[in-house]
């Protein structure tokens, strides 16, 4: 079976979620990352949200994969909205780009909020075929 050129898949881990996700260029990955998050928790058929531009870092691509997933979680625990799309751009040790995010409300719950996103088995960087990370969610 031949996967996709980009994409993501979230896996149970005990009392946890991983998340993995690939693409053809970091940004892609990291993107695809940002969904996969959202998919732990809700399940979202609106793209239609405002959108609000983010800095994360600097770090290392792992620590920046982790910058973006907290500010995301920040986004729905705090404020109450859950992000629905990305746009990144990698710049240098910084992601820069738009978060579209839409009341919590808006959208089908269907599992626990994050409470966080640990660095235990955090990957991300290159393969042959793309790059690929992967990140364990504190359910």
Do not use: N
């Not at 990352?33 to 928790?41: E, L, Q, Y």
């Amino acid at each position: 079976m031949q996967r996709a050129d980009r994409g993501h898949a979230v896996r149970a881990h005990t009392a946890d979620a991983v998340i993995e996700a690939w693409g053809p260029t970091a940004a892609a990955c990291y993107e695809e990352a940002a969904a996969a998050f959202v998919d732990v928790f809700a399940a979202t058929d609106t793209v239609e949200g405002s959108a609000e531009p983010f800095d994360v870092g600097p770090g290392r691509p792992e620590d920046l994969l982790v910058l973006l997933l907290e500010e995301m979680l920040f986004d729905a625990d705090a404020r109450g909205h859950v992000p629905v799309a990305t746009e990144i751009e990698v710049r240098g040790d910084h992601l820069v780009g738009r978060i579209t995010a839409v009341p919590i409300e808006e959208v089908a719950i269907i599992g626990s909020i994050p409470k966080g996103v640990s660095y235990s088995e955090l990957e991300f960087g290159r393969s042959d075929s793309g790059w690929h990370c992967r990140a364990t969610v504190d359910v």
